[in-house]
């Protein structure tokens, strides 16, 4: 053989195995990708215990896969356990992930939102400001920020990050502009939150929150006839709902014109709830305006016979004083 066909020969045997490791690399490759298809497609189905399976097995057989891919399993399989219910295995999967991406926005976000979900308030502030630090303007933590500012009562900041979002976002989404209402509505900015509250309506005129949030702004607008169009719409789209029924029946309550029928409708509502405070004070305040100030003070006494302390009770023991 010639020395010119040993050398090229020599050279064929030192690719084989360089080629063959390329093929492997590429096999597993694709493997990895299937898998995540695979836990994507079985989350999306329900089938969440087989996604977990999937995402587990990926975890165990493919530690030094790239971590785009370790991320989008991690993803799955904590966005699973949300949906199952099962937020302690979440925050666990969550935390994990962070361990190896710490700068990775979407995982960031996921963990600010099981934060939220969990009423863990302070935790998901922290995690949403995260991310923000990696992203500037994220949507979802914007958003998230104004909701959790709006659930601990801290209305200036809460109106601070809804407006931003919704000068970032494209999305006309009414639950959006009802909380942005809410919060402006609880700033007693009302303009402002009758103005997103109409356009939550707008876009979406069968959900009875809206229409009780559209209620209470004109009631303070002392816009008693809008106020008492929208709370029955509101009645109706809701069948009766509690606080809805209860709010309007004190409306009726404080009108000379209407507290008869407000205490009609009080009568029959405590014989299913005869230990409602509120019940009892709506009692109370439909006889006084009809006139009936011994009757309607002998109801407030009701009130001072329950166990439990309350801003009602308070009030009645304050009235009841004073006559």
Known sequence: MSLSKIIIFSLCLMLVPLQSNAIFGLAGRVEQKQKIAAAREA???????EAIKICEDFLMQNQDAPKRRTRRIYSVLGDTYVALGNYDKALLTYSEALELLPKDIGLNLSL????????????????YNKTLQLEENNEGALLGLGRTF???GFLSKSRQYF??????????????????????????????????????????????????LIAKIYNNLNAP?????????????SQNREDIFLTSALWKAYETET???????????????????????????????????KEALNV???IQNKNEDSFIKTVSQQILANN
Do not use: M
């Open 150 to 152: 709006l659930k601990i």
């Open 163 to 212: 407006k931003k979002y919704l000068e970032e976002s494209n999305q006309k989404d009414p639950l959006v502009y009802y909380e942005y209402a809410n919060a402006n509505f609880l700033s007693n900015n009302l303009n402002t939150a009758l103005d997103y509250a109409l356009q939550a309506k707008r876009l979406n005129n069968k959900n009875p929150d809206i229409y009780f």
């Open 112 to 127: 600010a939102d099981l934060y939220y979900k969990t009423e863990l308030y302070d935790k998901a502030i922290e995690f």
């Open 300 to 302: 407030l006494k009701k």
């Open 225 to 237: 006839k809008k106020a008492r169009l929208n709370i029955d719409i509101a009645l109706q789209l």
């Open 259 to 293: 507290a008869s029928e407000a205490l009609k409708e009080i009568k029959r509502y405590q014989k299913e709830n005869p230990d409602s405070q509120l019940a009892i004070f709506i009692e109370f305040i439909s006889l006084s305006k009809q006139g009936k100030q």
């Open 43 to 49: 989350y999306a189905k329900g089938n969440y215990g």
